[in-house]
Each structure stands twice: as structure tokens, then as C-alpha cells.
């Protein structure tokens, strides 16, 4: 059974930095590029980051390019998302996912809450 | 970068009615479209990829269509679980995966 258990969510200042981890088992980690996609409260899918398999390629939406570092672990089978520069429209519950650019699996996501 | 619409923004059907949800692209996405389904207080699920081919595991009455900018998606007789709120996401032109705004599908 595939399972995505995100971590490392909560609550950060703005100016902060939090990073966030996602543990994956049941499949065959190295074979899968990753995703990871939030949801502000109350509304939709915002993507934000992928890696390829093995990690040589990476990618990052405008709104959080340059302050966000998605990378992996394959040894650990785990992927990482690490946020510097915290805004409070970074706020939201955060999805780790298998595959990229289609989301074929979902973690039960981490909630990060920035604010003062 | 492609702005992605759904309409309507809630859809009101009763247990056994059809239902029709669409899904309009800025330009054209081929056919580089994904439908998730997202019930209250869980992850997404993916539905169909490929505008029209359904993810493993799921039932038949979930079906795709379309190319281009315009999408459909269709429930031919909704279930007591289908009861959620749907995305579409295209990723023809990707980064980034824009998704709709979705639509929420409730109890008539």
C-alpha cells in the first residue's frame, strides 16, 4: 500500500523558515518524480514544486521561486520541501504527491501557518 | 501562463441525476488535462488523466472528454460519495500545473 505521511508543518514568522518533510513507502521511490501543492484554507490547489527521479531537475512556482528548495533523499525514501522567507500568504496545508507534472497519489498534507 | 475556469462553481444534483462539470483553458492544452476529486477534510484523488482516461481504481461512471480549452467532465449517476468538490489541472504547458478553481458538487 502506497503511503505519503507529510511532516514538519506548524507555525512560523514571517521572515521564517520551516522544512518539511514527506515519508514514502509502498513504492519504488527512485522510479517516481515528486510533487508538492497547497491549499490555502478554504480554497484551491495551488502547485509548488517538483523534482524528477533522482532528483537532477527541479522546478518551482513563480510565487515561491528563489524561497523555496524542494529536494530528496532517496536512501531515506524521503522527499523534502525547505521554505525560507515566510509570508503569510504562504499559509496553507501543504501536499506532498507521486509523479509529476500529474499528481497520481496525495499525502494527508502538513498545515503551515505563518504569522506574527 | 494558462488560467484554468470551472463552471459552475457549485452544482446542486440529487442521488442518481447526472452530472456535468466543465473546464475552460486561456489557450490550448491539448490534451494535457487532469480531473482530482477532493472530499471535506482529505487529500485529493486523482480521477482521470489525459482528458479522458481514469486513474486506477476508478468506477466507470466518472468519465472525460474533450481537447484543446474545452473539458468535461461527466458522473453518469452520482453516488452518496461523489458528493465532493472536483479540480481540473492541465499540464501541457508545464511548470507550472494551473488548477481551475473547482467545483463543488452537493446534495440537491
Known amino acids: 500500500e502506497v503511503q505519503l505521511v507529510e511532516s514538519g508543518g506548524g507555525l512560523a514568522q514571517p521572515g521564517g523558515s520551516l522544512r518539511l518533510s514527506c515519508a514514502a513507502s509502498?513504492?519504488?521511490?527512485?522510479?517516481?518524480?515528486m510533487s508538492w501543492v497547497r491549499q490555502a484554507p478554504g480554497k484551491g490547489l495551488e502547485w509548488v514544486s517538483a523534482i524528477s527521479d533522482h532528483g537532477g531537475s527541479t522546478y518551482y512556482a513563480d510565487s515561491v521561486r528563489g524561497r523555496f528548495t524542494i529536494s530528496r533523499d532517496d536512501s531515506k525514501n524521503t522527499l523534502y520541501l525547505q521554505m525560507n522567507s515566510l509570508r503569510v500568504e504562504d499559509t496553507a496545508v501543504y501536499y506532498c504527491?507521486?509523479?509529476?507534472?500529474?499528481?497520481?497519489?496525495w499525502g494527508q498534507g502538513t498545515l503551515v501557518t505563518v504569522s506574527s | 501562463e494558462i488560467v484554468m475556469t470551472q463552471s459552475p462553481a457549485t452544482l446542486s444534483v440529487s442521488p442518481g441525476e447526472r452530472a456535468t462539470l466543465f473546464c475552460r483553458a486561456s489557450?490550448?492544452?491539448?490534451?494535457?488535462l487532469a480531473w482530482y476529486q477532493q472530499k471535506p477534510g482529505q487529500a485529493p484523488r486523482l480521477l482521470i488523466y489525459?482528458?479522458?482516461t481514469r486513474a486506477t481504481g476508478i468506477p466507470a461512471r466518472f468519465s472525460g472528454s474533450g481537447s484543446g480549452t474545452e473539458f468535461t467532465l461527466t458522473i453518469s449517476s452520482l453516488q452518496s460519495e461523489d458528493f465532493a468538490v472536483y479540480y481540473c489541472q492541465q499540464y501541457n504547458q508545464w511548470p507550472p500545473g494551473t488548477f481551475g478553481g473547482g467545483t463543488k458538487v452537493e446534495i440537491k
Open positions: 489557450q490550448s492544452v491539448s490534451s494535457g
Open positions: 504527491a507521486r509523479d509529476s507534472p500529474i499528481c497520481t497519489f
Open positions: 489525459g482528458a479522458s
Open positions: 509502498g513504492l519504488t521511490f527512485t522510479k517516481h518524480a
